[in-house]
């Protein structure tokens, strides 16, 4: 294919791809079961407020996660707003800052503070060990990130939590369709969140769901979703409005029906690129334990730029140029966005491993938009742009 650096796009050349590949293109699944839907909904004109679809795609989560409660909502961040309030969290919840910024502004959007503590170089999620060590008298919960659908250490928090009496809750807006030693994610601490925005795997245009196996907690969110309403012109507790529309739910229930399929894609991609990348020195895929059940969404590499002598950055750079858009989740990180660079200006020195993987993550495309020829040919851009060992001194000359 490329046989030296001036038929890379960004030195001059044609981009090898002609139409952008994104990380996060949606799945579409079934259009025809889709539109039958909506035609659906639109017969019996209802188009909100539990109707319907909504209920069917609350039951059919809970089956498939085997969790007493789904409340589907309209989004994952005031899924997480509507967990944190119910739960009664207030002073300091420890949170990872290596995690999209909704988990931190769903926190201080109720003048809670987020104490954002370091994650494991290994798994990209909360060190348990070092959440104990941030534990205050103001400390009234954790929030572990399964991110990537990788679980957080969920024993050990459980434990951590339980021992210092705080509330244990899980952002797995990520982690649908993965287990934690055999069991779905989505059963573990007092609720757990998924988002099921356009670019997760599955979809409902924008949505979320909280799932949770208490009662109380199931009975206080929906009031809470619902205005508080509790019957007609009956509100019985402080509320917002977090509901699911129709439309989402018919989208929610044909992602559903192709699960399956969508997972199987992005196995295969993964293993694509796990093939294509494998022994490049300085480049790391981030693994999947192959004995859970994973959902691969997300194509994560670790860029070690003391070995590829070619940044991050650079590879981001050269990958847009050729029409790839990779990303660099989450740079620079949640402590360097404001508000919290402004309230605590030197949170990152507490927080070196975060530091670290917001200089070298970066995320590839996936998913049914993306072919394994697709695949191949971004991981041969990658191969040639690292043996070519170009690095930004020689080309800025500073
Ligand atoms: N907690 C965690 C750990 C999360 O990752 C998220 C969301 C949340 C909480 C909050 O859940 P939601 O309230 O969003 O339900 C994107 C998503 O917007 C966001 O949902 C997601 N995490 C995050 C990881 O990724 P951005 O800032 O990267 O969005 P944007 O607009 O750059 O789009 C991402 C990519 O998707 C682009 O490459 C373009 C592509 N795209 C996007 C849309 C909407 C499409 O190809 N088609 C589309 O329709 O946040």
């Known amino acids: 294919m490329i046989k030296n650096l001036s038929e890379f796009a960004f030195f001059g050349g044609e981009p090898k791809f002609q139409e952008k590949l994104f990380v996060g ?50 989004n994952g961040t005031i899924a997480l707003e509507l967990v944190i309030r119910a739960l009664e969290l207030k002073g300091e919840v420890i949170i990872p800052s290596f995690t999209f910024i909704a988990t931190a502004h769903a926190l201080q959007w ?6 954002f503590c370091d994650v494991d ?28 659908g990788q679980s957080c250490d ?20 990520h982690a649908f ?29 924008e949505g979320g769901a909280i799932v949770t196996n208490n009662d109380e907690l199931n009975q206080k969110i929906r ?38 399929e969508f997972i199987e894609v992005n196995r295969r991609n993964y293993k694509c690129y796990q093939e294509g990348l494998s022994e490049i020195p300085g480049v790391r895929l981030f693994p999947v334990d192959d004995a859970q059940q994973h959902n691969y969404q997300y194509v994560v590499l670790e860029i070690d730029e003391n070995q ?3 940044s991050r950055d650079l590879l981001v750079k050269i990958l847009h140029a050729e029409n790839v858009i990779a990303r660099r989740y989450f740079y620079p990180g949640c402590h360097r966005m404001e508000p919290y660079r402004s309230y ?24 049914t938009a993306i072919l394994e020829d697709d695949v191949s040919k971004i991981c041969q851009i990658i191969r040639l742009i690292i043996a070519s060992q170009i690095n930004e001194y020689e080309l800025t000359g500073n």
């Open 344 to 367: 605590f200006p030197h949170a990152g020195l507490l927080l070196p491993e975060t530091e670290k993987l917001t200089q070298r993550v970066l995320i590839l495309p996936t998913g």
């Open 110 to 115: 109720q003048e809670i503070t987020p104490v």
């Open 25 to 74: 293109r949606p799945n579409v699944g079934n259009r025809d079961r889709l539109l039958t839907r909506i035609n659906d909904m639109l017969d019996r004109r209802w188009f909100s407020n539990s109707g319907a679809f909504v209920q069917e795609f609350e039951h059919r989560v809970a089956d498939y996660l085997g969790v007493k409660h789904c409340i589907a909502v309209c």
């Open 177 to 205: 369709g993965c287990s934690y030693r055999g069991k779905m994610l989505g059963n573990f601490g007092s609720a757990e969140v998924f988002s099921f925005h356009a670019t997760k795997f599955i979809n409902t245009f």
């Open 223 to 260: 009031l809470m979703k619902n205005f508080g309403f509790s019957g007609f012109d009956n509100v019985i507790y402080l509320g917002t409005n977090g509901k699911m529309s129709e439309i989402s739910a018919a989208m929610g229930l044909t992602s559903l029906e192709s699960l399956q």
């Open 154 to 173: 969920v024993e050990i928090l459980t434990e951590i939590a339980d021992k210092h009496h705080l509330k244990l809750m899980f952002d797995a807006s």
């Open 308 to 310: 590829t002598r070619v």
């Open 121 to 148: 170089p290994k798994t990209h999620t909360l060190n348990p060990w070092r959440v104990e060590s941030l534990i205050t008298p103001r400390t009234s919960g954790i929030i572990g990130v399964h991110v990537w």
